[in-house]
């Protein structure tokens, strides 16, 4: 699906936000996929309901293809990031980061960016409405709680609520994994333009490549 977000922070910015492309297979203790790293670890992610951070930068990899004959997290991992020096991953629960090396150390990586105090409430898509205009307030010069956000909410990302829970002083990235296996139904996934250096003109494209995706049980891959 793809839905669009106007954040009242920078007017008139429109975010776009594109569908995962995944593969397919017949026998359901089998998985194999082809493309770019993107596509191989959220096709993985999809078909076997792992949440997962996925940070990745251009140049992504292109012309991977994996296979497994179960959902087993670590072979999958070791034989998609093992090969690429610039990749590690990490767990957190249920949830899974992987990550670019150098692209996480970044300090105009927003997810690096503390947030004084981070409210969770009601679902996911609300979730990820306000933590995206709460990084765009760091990005102007504030750290505030008290926003109006107005957005509009992907049905599939609204189906299941989320606990209240209360942050603080922690970064986007902590909250978001710790969200992540808390809910254990979604994935997300940002692509960096570059690996280091990041300034702040890049942070429009980053923002733009920002992907959220349900794996809701009641939303079975396609």
């Known amino acids: 699906m793809r839905c669009t977000r106007l954040l009242p922070l920078l007017p008139g910015l429109l975010l776009g936000f594109g569908t995962f492309a995944q593969e397919s297979t017949p026998d359901a203790n089998t998985f194999a996929a082809s493309g770019d790293?993107?596509?191989v670890l959220t096709a993985f992610a999809i078909r076997c309901r792992v949440p997962m951070l996925i940070e990745i930068a251009e140049p992504v990899a292109r012309g991977l293809h994996a296979e497994a004959t179960s959902c087993e997290l670590q072979p999958f991992l070791n034989q998609v990031i093992g090969t690429n020096p610039n990749y590690?991953?990490?767990?957190?629960?249920?949830?899974?980061?992987?990550y670019d090396?150098?692209?996480?150390?970044?300090?105009?990586?927003?997810?690096?960016?503390?947030?004084?105090?981070?409210?969770?409430?009601?679902?996911?898509a609300e979730f990820e409405n306000i933590l995206i205009a709460r990084l765009w307030a760091l990005r102007s010069g504030t750290n505030s709680s008290g926003m109006l956000i107005h957005g509009i909410y992907p049905t599939d990302l609204s189906k299941r609520s989320l606990p209240s829970r209360v942050y603080s002083n922690s970064t986007a990235r902590e909250?978001?994994?710790?969200?992540?296996?808390?809910?254990?139904?979604?994935l997300s996934v940002i692509v960096f333009p570059k690996r280091q250096e990041l300034v702040t003109s890049d942070l429009?494209?980053?923002?733009?490549?920002?992907?959220w995706r349900s794996m809701a049980v009641s939303d079975p891959p396609k």
């Open 101 to 124: 090396r150098t692209v996480v150390q970044e300090k105009n990586n927003f997810l690096n960016w503390k947030l004084k105090e981070f409210k969770v409430q009601k679902n996911v």
């Open 88 to 98: 590690a991953f990490d767990i957190h629960g249920r949830a899974v980061h992987v």
């Open 37 to 39: 790293l993107e596509r």
């Open 175 to 186: 909250i978001l994994l710790d969200v992540e296996d808390l809910d254990g139904t979604f």
């Open 204 to 211: 429009d494209a980053v923002f733009a490549s920002w992907q």
